[in-house]
C-alpha cells in the first residue's frame, strides 16, 4: 500500500481512532521515552503553560501546523 492510499484511509477513521493512531506512530518514534503516565503529561503541559505565560513561547495556528505537518509527510 502506497503511502497516499495510507494518508486518505487514515483520514477517514474517526477521531477516536486517529487519536490513537497518532499516540502509536509518536510512540514509535521514541520508544525509550515514557510519556505514558498522565503524571507525565501534565508536568509537561504545566510547563508549557508557564513559558507561554512568562513569554518565553509562543503559539501557532492551527492551520500553519497542519501545512507544517503535512509538509513534513510529503518529504
Known amino acids: 500500500m502506497d503511502s497516499k492510499t495510507l494518508k486518505k484511509q487514515a483520514l ?3 477521531h477516536h481512532e486517529r487519536a490513537q493512531l497518532a ?6 518514534l521514541h520508544p525509550e521515552t515514557d510519556f505514558e503516565t498522565e503524571e507525565s503529561w501534565a508536568r509537561e503541559l504545566k510547563s508549557r503553560i508557564r513559558q ?10 492551527w492551520t ?4 507544517n505537518a503535512q509538509n513534513l509527510l510529503d518529504e
Open 64 to 67: 500553519k501546523v497542519k501545512r
Open 12 to 14: 477517514e477513521l474517526s
Open 23 to 28: 499516540h502509536l506512530l509518536i510512540d514509535s
Open 52 to 61: 507561554y505565560e512568562e513569554g518565553k513561547s509562543s503559539t501557532k495556528s
